[in-house]
Antibody, heavy 123, light 107 residues
């Protein structure tokens, strides 16, 4: 059973960089054709896709965030990470990591999610 | 980029009612569409993938249909435990956009 767990600061100051890590267990970030993803949800609002890193290392980001986002992978620790620069209050949200499966897999889409972590941007 | 538009944004129905939620993609996405259920304070849960395939363990009162640009999620007989927000999502091509959500309540 694949499990994902987000970790990182719950409070970030405006203009600083938000950094989160997702630790994966029960599966490897470097095998299988999976999309290791970040998704966020501002309080009381809907889901916003941030981006993914493919198992090969290729990345794809939401165009609205692309200039500020970096997703990377650490295969030695079976983790992947999110960095979001120059944050503002609008970046306050619950941040989820998730494993995306491509269309040719059973249970394509996002079957496995982390529990989510609330990050507040405030001075 | 592909935009996903859900309707309605919210609905209220009685227990036992048939409920239908629609999702429209701004361009064709074949059947590369998933539906998620998110209960208050919980993590989204995959209900349906490939537009119409029920994820294992999901009650059979949930069903999905559609292809191309128009998709539907149907709850055949609404139950109290179905109170949640439902999201569609494109995974045909990045960005894997979500719809804005449909909040389902019991009347």
């Amino acid at each position: 059973q694949v499990q994902l767990q987000e970790s990182g600061p719950g409070l970030v100051k405006p203009s600083e960089t938000l950094s989160l890590t997702c630790t994966v267990s029960g599966g490897s970030v470097s095998s299988g054709s999976y999309y290791w993803s970040w998704i966020r949800q501002p309080p009381g609002k809907g889901l916003e896709w941030i981006g993914y890193i493919y198992y090969s290392g290729n990345t794809n980001y939401n165009p609205s965030l692309k200039s500020r986002v970096t997703i990377s992978v650490d295969t030695s620790n079976n983790q992947f990470s999110l960095k979001l620069t120059s944050v503002t209050a609008a970046d306050t949200a619950v941040y989820y990591c998730a494993r995306g499966a491509p269309y040719y897999y059973d249970s394509s889409g996002y079957l496995y999610w982390g529990q989510g972590t609330l990050v507040t941007v405030s001075s | 980029d592909i935009q996903m538009t859900q309707s309605p944004s919210s609905l209220s129905a009685s227990v036992g009612d048939r409920v239908t939620i629609t999702c429209r993609a701004s361009q064709g996405i074949s059947n590369f569409l998933a539906w998620y259920q998110q209960k208050p304070g919980k993590v989204p849960k995959l209900l349906i993938y490939a537009a119409s395939t029920l994820q294992s363990g999901v009650p059979s009162r949930f069903s999905g249909s559609g292809s191309g640009t128009d998709f539907t999620l149907t709850i055949s007989s609404l139950q109290p435990e179905d109170v949640a927000t439902f999201y569609c999502q494109n995974y045909n091509s990045a960005p894997w956009t979500f719809g804005q959500g449909t909040k389902v309540e019991i009347k």
